[in-house]
């Protein structure tokens, strides 16, 4: 059987003495599909409607590897968590647990990223080892969701969002948002607030414009939006309403100097957020170019003087 694993943690598998900008966190695994997934989301490299190469997920190249091969070298590593990426196909769920089981026997944590499924089938993940459930909500608002081409309602991404809590516990279910797909940003500060109120985390991703897609020609979002996102999204997950923090002037969001003091110290809300040792490097970003989500504290600490500026603008 093949699987696909992103180029960071293949080259992680096969010699971690080899030195990157950034080492991946856990090891990225996707189904494999020859003509990618059956979902048609408009933003997504792998989607049926898709003119892109089915190597990328994003701007990350996903080789094709045998699962055997995979198995044996995260077994001899020094990984404690796998990261399972789904695609819709014939036969995905299935799959998808013979593969969690696979990966859980070689005593690696699992995380499954999957569409929604009955209840039933999430407590089969449970049982063959998965410990963490990543749901891509990623629009933050029925609108977008429906723009975007999501595979099911909107709706049915919430309902699923909330028994999977009840299934794998609060804060064991990390919910994708995509910041810059057109959502107004009280959309994105409610549908934030309304996961982590659910017992969800939420793990941000910036749009990336992608060649072939169908948003391929939509732009991303700026740096300020999104460092906007992280912050919100830092002091939403440390139990304060939106409303607590936000002031709107001149149609733009600023927080209050109170709430930004603490974040000043170590710029913690810029690091990516997800699953336990995910950091998911240059996902989103090339190399030598300002990150959206910074893998670690030492890319933080390289932006320093830029980061205290963006905090400054955002500040009122």
């Known amino acids: ?8 943690s293949l080259v992680a598998l096969k010699d971690a003495s080899i030195k990157v900008s ?38 990350v190249v996903w080789p094709a590897v045998e699962l055997d091969s995979v198995i044996r070298m995260v077994k001899r590593s020094h990984f404690q968590r796998v990261c399972l990426q789904t695609v819709i196909k014939e036969g995905f769920i299935e799959e998808a647990l013979d593969l969690t089981a696979k990966f859980s026997a070689v005593g690696r944590g699992v995380s499954v990223s999957i569409t929604p499924i009955p209840t039933k089938l ?30 099911y309602p909107w709706k049915l991404y919430w309902r699923f969002i ?3 809590v009840k299934v794998f516990g609060e804060g064991r279910v990390v919910t994708h948002i995509i910041v810059g797909l057109g959502e107004s940003v009280r959309d994105f500060l409610e549908t934030v607030e309304k996961l982590y109120k659910l ?28 460092r906007f ?11 304060f309403k939106w409303r607590e923090f936000t002031i709107f002037r001149g149609g733009k969001p600023y927080i209050k100097s109170e709430f930004l003091e603490e974040v000043a110290k170590d710029f913690r809300p810029f690091l990516t957020r997800g699953c336990p040792g995910c950091n998911r490097p240059f996902y989103t970003e090339r190399p030598g170019e300002e990150l959206y989500n910074f893998p670690d504290s030492d890319s933080l600490r390289r932006w320093e003087g830029r980061l205290v500026e963006e905090l400054i603008s955002l500040k009122v």
């Open 122 to 151: 999430l407590k089969a993940f449970v049982r063959n080892g998965a410990d963490y459930l990543g749901v891509g909500l990623d629009a933050a608002s029925a609108e977008i969701a429906y723009h975007i081409m999501k595979p």
């Open 199 to 226: 017992g969800s985390e939420v793990s941000l991703f910036a749009f990336t414009p992608m060649k072939g897609t169908l948003m391929e020609s939509h732009s991303g979002p700026s740096i300020r939006e999104y």
């Open 22 to 59: 950034a080492n991946p966190g856990l090891v990225y695994v996707m189904q494999h599909s020859p003509s990618g997934c059956a979902a048609a989301c408009a933003f997504c490299t792998q989607g049926s409607m898709s003119a892109s190469s089915k190597d990328f997920l994003s701007r």
């Open 162 to 164: 909330e028994e999977g």
């Open 229 to 239: 996102a992280q912050l919100a999204t830092y002091l939403i997950s440390k139990g």
């Open 1 to 8: 059987m093949l699987v696909r694993v992103s180029i960071g």
